[in-house]
């Protein structure tokens, strides 16, 4: 019997309401997503995906329609409980890598395991293992402005990693970054997806797109296409990710 979809969009609409005008940014969106799976979610400006991601992030509610995640229907949970559930099952990574720019590495990652109030020795064993995981417990110490760009984004990839959250929700992660410092990140990526974790990743970029094994392109708050097929192998590339730092 196959497993239930982890992410699973039932005929989910998004309208906004600007006074007396109506912003339908997403209509009748029925999508699921498995555990492990690798998805792109790819469109112009204005299709949707944003939004799309949002309510896969637990950043909204839709208007109408259900949003089950791991079989639990988010829109009848209550703030603090999506707030839990966010710091439970969901890691975000974001195209400005967001780090606070005085603040070791390691201190950086150790973020969410602060706000949840985990002991000290606990939180730092596990960001080390976080940053291990993406490449870079040797540069534990240094400061966002002491590492590359691709440096900081698995930086930024670790912190998101270190809750251990069943989904990774990336929003054009490689829109700072070279192309080759790019295609490492991907390679990070597939083996996250390898490793059991669902990455769902928004990109423009249909060079990057071809790295997941799951493309789904949206259109004027719409789905139109959703393809399942081979992914581009990416090769992963030396921790230093080929830049100079500043």
Same mark, same amino acid.
Request: net charge neutral; charged share 25%; proline share 5%.
């Given at each position: 019997?196959?497993?239930?979809?982890?992410?699973? *969009?039932? +005929?989910?609409?998004? %309208?906004? $309401?600007?006074?007396?005008?109506? @912003?339908? &940014? /997403? #209509?009748?969106?029925? !999508?699921?997503?498995?555990?492990?799976?690798?998805?792109?979610?790819?469109?112009?400006?204005?299709?949707?995906?944003?939004?799309?991601?949002?309510?896969?992030?637990?950043?909204?509610?839709?208007?109408?329609?259900?949003? *089950?995640? +791991?079989?639990?229907? %988010?829109? $009848?949970?209550?703030?603090?409980? @999506?707030? &839990? /559930? #966010?710091?439970?099952? !969901?890691?975000f990574v974001f195209q400005n890598f967001n780090l606070l720019s005085r603040t070791s590495a390691l201190e950086n990652v150790e973020l969410p395991l602060l706000y949840a109030g985990t002991?000290?020795?606990?939180?730092?064993?596990?960001?080390?293992?976080?940053?291990?995981?993406?490449?870079?417990?040797?540069?534990?110490?240094?400061?966002?402005?002491?590492?590359?760009?691709?440096?900081?984004?698995?930086?930024?990839?670790a912190r998101a990693l270190v809750n251990r959250p069943r989904v990774l929700l990336a929003d054009e992660p490689t829109g700072n970054l070279d192309s080759r410092t790019s295609v490492g990140?991907?390679?990070?990526?597939?083996?996250?997806?390898?490793?059991?974790?669902?990455?769902?990743?928004?990109?423009?970029?249909?060079?990057?797109?071809?790295?997941?094994?799951?493309?789904?392109?949206?259109?004027?708050?719409?789905?139109?296409?959703?393809?399942?097929?081979?992914?581009?192998?990416?090769?992963?590339?030396?921790?230093?990710?080929?830049?100079?730092?500043?």
């Amino acid at each position: 019997m196959d497993a239930p979809p982890l992410l699973q *969009l039932e +005929d989910v609409s998004k %309208v906004y $309401r600007m006074g007396d005008v109506e @912003l339908h &940014a /997403l #209509r009748g969106v029925r !999508l699921a997503i498995g555990r492990g799976e690798f998805t792109a979610i790819m469109g112009a400006s204005g299709s949707g995906k944003s939004t799309l991601m949002n309510l896969l992030g637990c950043l909204d509610r839709p208007t109408s329609g259900r949003y *089950l995640l +791991d079989g639990e229907e %988010v829109s $009848r949970l209550s703030g603090d409980q @999506l707030a &839990a /559930l #966010r710091n439970r099952t !969901l890691g975000f990574v974001f195209q400005n890598f967001n780090l606070l720019s005085r603040t070791s590495a390691l201190e950086n990652v150790e973020l969410p395991l602060l706000y949840a109030g985990t002991p000290a020795a606990a939180r730092r064993a596990r960001a080390r293992e976080a940053l291990a995981r993406v490449g870079l417990d040797d540069r534990r110490d240094h400061h966002p402005n002491q590492m590359s760009g691709g440096q900081q984004q698995r930086v930024a990839i670790a912190r998101a990693l270190v809750n251990r959250p069943r989904v990774l929700l990336a929003d054009e992660p490689t829109g700072n970054l070279d192309s080759r410092t790019s295609v490492g990140v991907m390679a990070l990526f597939q083996e996250l997806g390898a490793s059991g974790i669902t990455v769902v990743l928004v990109t423009h970029e249909p060079d990057i797109a071809e790295y997941a094994a799951r493309v789904v392109v949206m259109r004027d708050g719409r789905i139109r296409a959703d393809e399942r097929r081979a992914p581009r192998r990416a090769e992963a590339s030396p921790p230093d990710d080929g830049e100079v730092g500043p």
